[in-house]
């Protein structure tokens, strides 16, 4: 019971990831048609906001380190400390939830540009074009980033009143042995808000529910007189801020480098494909499903039987849902069957 | 009339003739040498210059390792041609180098990318071979691609000194004569690591190892495992991670309630760094177990990875090939000379980085020509001092630099901001020394 509790939740939390990234993913499909080999990049860019903010939060006065006296070395501190001893280190340790507020308006704008920039020009043409495109553009962005950032990966902390573990089994009234990282709870508890904001704004908004009916039938909408064309940028900015937003709260549990959006691209395919091209409840579904598997599949029980499964699994699973049901799992009747 | 007829017979001609061909073909070869036919790959003949190469990862799980050694190279080539404080130059002993240069001719390098994949590795040699003739290669993190590029050196005869590879093989079943390694390895790691985690952490223990999924990891998990064993521990499971896995959390929630009162980390680089840090997330180290308190064992350390992973390092045992706290003359040479020039003392990468292209540029000085077969007859079975490491011989047999390693302990109260790492031991080579054949291999042929 307690190894299945704890797999469990290791599989909500990395499927909270691969729902984030195959949602925005998915939605740029169903309303544009669009496949964007560069999500993944919007992922990464997401994680450099916060690794900004930490490093413009942390610039830093340099100052003689007078304990090494065979070299003249020199250690940085942050402005922010000398200037308020009090509420300067409270403000640093705090980049990664505030790098939030910078992500949305910058990965709006990113996503933006894009799509005006470049997108906009291949909505007619064949899909293996705009793979071929959006995965260019997706490798140009990355040097970019390694030419600002270097390769190497930059740790940068959790709120350190958030790096301990949460009693989950007692909670529940099992073991105390049971124990979660609070930073990836909240993650997923980060992830089902992210996801439900969408879904709301989708379902219940005029603005969403107009995309909704441009998803259904473009030209009609567009014939009432709606520009939907200019609706469906809009999507395409919000897909690119869900993206970025799960890629700066990922930034604590695995330390960013340029490579990290080409790493989850393949997967989050693998999961939109699964759940179905374009819909998005079975992206979040596959997202969350093939997260559990994964995590199942690594418990040393299962990997005794089937050695390397948990390397496999997703896209094994993957092949048999696609052999049994074309469209995934909940795809619409013809969409890329 | 012919000559026949006359003083000398046709006999006499004939053997006159032959004895004459004959010493004319030996006869170069029994006074001259060194002076080799300019036939051998890469040979910088005339020229002002001779030119190494310096393979590193820039990319991939071990890119800060790279970056270091990249660093250490830079330095010892100005060491080599008479540039800065000289650093090792004026500690290593015997010494043939004279600061001009190798053989009088200045040295120049070429970098590369090993990508810390094997495949890129060589691709990436083969271009500074060919492309670049260099007269030797070396750099390097990750055993298999360390053994790659050996052979790839045995196959185009040129020598190449492994960086920070640390698994078995390298100087075990994939030793080539071409090949040289510095940097201690995983058996003895186990060697130096036992006595510590005996008088530290006791003889009833149950160990969980998760282990990087390739040579050098395999070789770790093997080494630490028999030691442990050795020891009277259990090893409750030892799980294969894939290199550069970033989260590694699937593989952590087993060990919770897995029984295993120790968590064997057998990766290095960045893999180590997100390992470490994600099962202390977990809260391994504030657990108790068995009636123990919980402890995670890194068998390979580096200052660099200690940095990476932060305040979690603390308390962590494990092993070092050298650390830039020693106060050897060497070791202090080389880390003021590093700290100097960069700002921050070197890693271990840097240091046997360092070592062994001077080692190299010694050789050649001591052969009197870069003709490697010569070069290499010149390092097998060298004794030398005066690199921080203590009384030290390049085994003729394996290739391996027998010496004195570290075990190490997170520090739980640095001093500076670079001293993470406590010296817990430096355990001697009579120590770490162990029979050339206990990992058997074949070095192969001096000509190629």
């Known amino acids: ?337 | 009339m012919s000559i026949f007829d006359q003083k000398y017979g046709r006999r006499t001609v004939l053997k006159t003739g032959s004895a004459l061909a004959g010493a004319a073909a030996i006869a170069p070869m029994g006074f001259v040498k060194g002076a080799y036919a300019a036939d051998f790959r890469n040979d910088p003949g005339n020229s002002p210059t001779v030119t190494f190469g310096f393979n590193v990862p820039q990319t991939g799980a071990y890119a800060d390792e790279g970056a270091d050694e990249l660093r250490a190279y830079r330095l010892v080539v100005k060491h080599l041609n008479g540039e800065g404080d000289g650093g090792m130059l004026n500690t290593l002993k015997p010494a043939a180098l004279k600061g001009n240069g190798v053989l009088g001719k200045k040295v120049e390098y070429v970098t590369g990318d090993t990508q810390t994949k094997a495949d890129a590795a060589r691709a990436s040699a083969r271009r500074m071979i060919e492309s670049d003739r260099v007269i030797m290669f070396s750099g390097g993190s990750s055993s298999s691609v360390a053994v790659a590029q050996q052979s790839l050196a045995q196959e185009m005869g040129v020598v190449f000194m492994c960086g920070l590879t640390h698994a078995n093989d390298t100087t075990g079943k994939d030793r080539r004569r071409y090949g040289f390694r510095h940097m201690f390895n995983a058996h003895m790691s186990g060697l130096a690591l036992g006595p510590v985690l005996k008088q530290e952490l006791g003889t009833d223990r149950r160990a969980y190892h998760l282990t990087a999924d390739y040579n050098w990891g395999w070789s770790v998990e093997d080494s630490i495992s028999k030691t442990t064993e050795g020891l009277g521990w259990e090893t409750a499971n030892a799980v294969r991670t894939p290199l550069g896995s970033g989260d590694f959390s699937q593989y952590i929630t087993p060990v919770l309630n897995s029984g295993a009162d120790v968590l064997v980390l057998n990766h290095y680089g960045r893999d180590m760094v997100n390992s470490l840090t994600q099962a202390v997330q977990f809260g391994l180290r504030d657990k108790q177990v068995n009636g123990k308190d919980f402890q995670i064992v890194v068998p390979l350390y580096s200052r660099l990875m200690a940095q990476g992973a932060g305040e979690n390092v603390k308390g962590i045992y494990g092993t070092t090939n050298w650390n830039w706290s020693l106060t050897d003359p060497g070791s202090q040479a080389f880390v003021k000379s590093f700290g100097a020039e960069y700002g921050f003392p070197p890693s271990q990468a840097a240091h046997t980085c360092y070592v062994n292209a001077l080692l190299y540029a010694d050789a050649c000085e001591r052969a009197g020509t870069f003709y490697p077969p010569e070069v290499i007859k010149a390092l097998e079975g060298h004794e030398f001092d005066g690199t921080g490491d203590g009384p030290s011989l390049y085994r003729a047999e394996d290739h391996q630099v027998m010496k004195s390693c570290l075990v190490v302990r997170g520090n739980a109260n640095p001093t500076n901001q670079f001293d993470l790492l406590e010296v817990v031991n430096i355990v001697p080579r009579s120590e770490t020394t162990y029979p050339h054949d206990l990992y058997p291999g074949e070095l192969g042929p001096y000509e190629v």
């Open chain 1, 1 to 337: 019971m307690d190894a299945f509790l704890i797999q469990t939740l290791n599989g909500l939390d990395k499927g909270g990831a691969y729902a984030l990234l195959a949602l925005g993913l998915t939605l740029v499909f169903g309303t544009l048609g669009v496949v964007n080999f560069a999500h993944g990049t919007l992922f990464m860019l997401g994680a450099f906001c916060a690794v900004t903010l930490s490093r413009i939060l942390t610039i830093s006065k340099q100052v003689k380190d007078e304990s090494i006296t065979f070299f003249d070395a020199y250690k940085e501190i942050p402005y922010l400390e000398i200037w308020f001893p009090d509420l300067g280190p409270v403000i640093i340790d705090m980049a990664v939830p505030l790098a939030i507020v910078m992500t949305i308006p910058v990965m709006l704008l990113l996503g933006l540009v894009m799509e005006r920039g470049l997108i906009r020009h291949f909505y007619k043409r064949e899909h293996s074009e705009q793979i071929l495109v959006t995965f260019g553009l997706a490798l140009v962005v990355m040097q970019i980033v390694k030419s600002f950032y270097g390769a190497n990966p930059i740790p940068t902390a959790a709120p350190s009143a958030l790096a301990g573990t949460a009693a989950v089994g007692a909670w529940l009234g099992l073991s105390d042995a049971i124990v979660y990282p609070w930073w990836r709870i909240i993650y997923l508890l980060f992830a089902g808000v992210v996801i439900g904001a969408v879904f709301v704004f989708l379902n219940y908004t005029t603005y969403g529910m107009v995309v909704r009916a441009g998803m259904a039938d473009r030209e009609t909408v567009g014939l009432l007189g709606i520009n939907i064309g200019r609706r469906f940028t809009i999507v395409f900015g919000l897909a690119a801020v869900v993206a970025g937003l799960a890629g700066t709260m990922y930034v604590p549990i695995v330390p960013p480098d340029y490579h990290m959006g080409l790493d989850f691209l393949v997967l989050s395919f693998v999961v939109v494909v699964v759940g179905g091209m374009g819909s998005l409840p079975g992206a979040v579904l596959a997202g969350f499903l093939l997260g559990i598997l994964q995590s199942f599949a690594s418990m040393n029980e299962v990997k005794q039987v089937l050695p390397g499964i948990d390397q496999v699994i997703i896209y094994l699973v993957a092949v048999a849902i696609l052999l049994a049901r074309p469209r995934g799992l909940l795809g619409r009747k013809g969409v890329m069957e």
